[in-house]
């Protein structure tokens, strides 16, 4: 089906109407860097006002979700820490509640503090991350310092802006040779969003180590189901009454249809009209608007009939 394009108060009200959950991707969505997208942050109150359950779903896993909270207050966003929902949440949610992860075990961690702290609040040890010691250059040739660790049992991806030979060799070694050992990343997108522009992803700091391995991770971000099942069983939700907001179709859109919810497309990030149209498009949103913001005249009308009322 094609998305329907929705750009009248009438169509924004029935689709407010149609929903009691409502999922948002960030970047791109609500905030680029460090501003807010126009009336963003409108949309978001006038939906409060109206009771729905909001949740935010990002795939960044370089922040935890308290973190995160901190960045929503900074934007002047409200948020509780329990409607956060990323990727590094939801991986260590996962490592813990739905594989049991043994406790005398632990993570190799490729990726940034996000993860370690997430780990950190379900009790799972870990190693590698932000460790000095695995944020440095190996010397030519010098394999001495990558050495067996049998207790070991997952690899877990993200994000990586201190990326680097050794983590890769770590990570490979405990792939190889630890049995059973979990290959696992928090998110594939190929690149990250900020200031106008975009920037590799976590998918390009993983990608050498899936070449090297020969088999591929197992996704919990979006698009992959782990993270949205994660948030219909913890808060016992309706899919019928959910739909999930994004500007990336690869992501948040496909997030939405593989998971069995409607989507709604906001042009104001990574992908545009054209992407979803064409005929080999990677997904396809069910509906569309131009910004997160539009909606927000909704909440504008709404003050604006209280005033004629002489409320
Ligand atoms: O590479 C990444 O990790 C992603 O580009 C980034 O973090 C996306 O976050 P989201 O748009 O889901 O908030």
New binding site residues.
């Given amino acids: 089906m094609p998305a329907r394009t929705l750009s009248t108060q009438a169509e924004y009200a029935s689709l407010v109407d149609q929903y009691d959950t409502w999922l948002f991707?960030?970047?791109?969505?609500i905030w680029e860097g460090d501003h807010v997208i126009g009336k963003a942050g409108d949309t978001l109150q006038y939906l409060r006002k109206q009771g729905k359950r909001i949740f935010?779903?990002?795939?960044?896993?370089?922040k935890s979700r308290a973190t995160n909270k901190g960045k929503f207050d900074k934007m002047g966003i409200e948020c509780d820490v329990d409607e956060i929902f990323?990727?590094a949440f939801a991986s260590a949610a996962y490592l813990k509640a739905v594989l049991k992860f043994p406790a005398d075990k632990k993570v190799y961690v490729i990726g940034e503090k996000g993860i370690e702290d997430e780990l950190d609040a379900v009790g799972i040890k870990h190693s590698g991350g932000t460790n000095p010691d695995d944020n440095v250059f190996l010397d030519l040739m010098d394999f001495s310092s990558i050495t067996s660790d049998p207790e070991v049992g997952a690899v877990l991806c993200?994000?990586d802006m201190h990326m680097n030979y050794k983590k890769v060799a770590k990570a490979f070694k405990y792939l190889r040779e630890n049995e059973g050992c979990l290959f696992m990343a928090?998110?594939?997108?190929?690149?990250?969003?900020t200031h106008g522009t975009?920037h590799?992803?976590?998918?390009?700091?993983i990608a050498p180590l899936t070449c090297a391995v020969g088999r591929d991770p197992l996704v919990v971000?979006?698009p992959e189901a782990p993270m949205l099942e994660c948030i219909v069983q913890t808060h016992k939700l309706d899919k019928s009454r959910m739909i999930m907001v994004?500007?990336?179709l690869n992501?948040?859109i496909a997030f939405g249809n593989k998971g069995g919810i409607d989507t709604l497309m906001v042009l104001t990030?990574?992908d545009g009209r054209a992407d979803f149209e064409k005929e080999d498009a990677v997904a396809v949103p069910t509906y569309v608007v131009d910004a997160l913001g539009d909606l927000a005249s909704l909440g504008v009308d709404a003050l604006g009939d209280l005033a004629s009322l002489g409320a």
């Fill in positions: 991707d960030c970047d791109g969505v935010f779903v990002t795939n960044n896993a370089t990323s990727s993200g994000l928090t998110n594939l997108d190929s690149t990250f969003p975009v590799p992803g976590a998918g390009a700091t971000g979006k994004g500007d990336r992501t948040d990030g990574i």
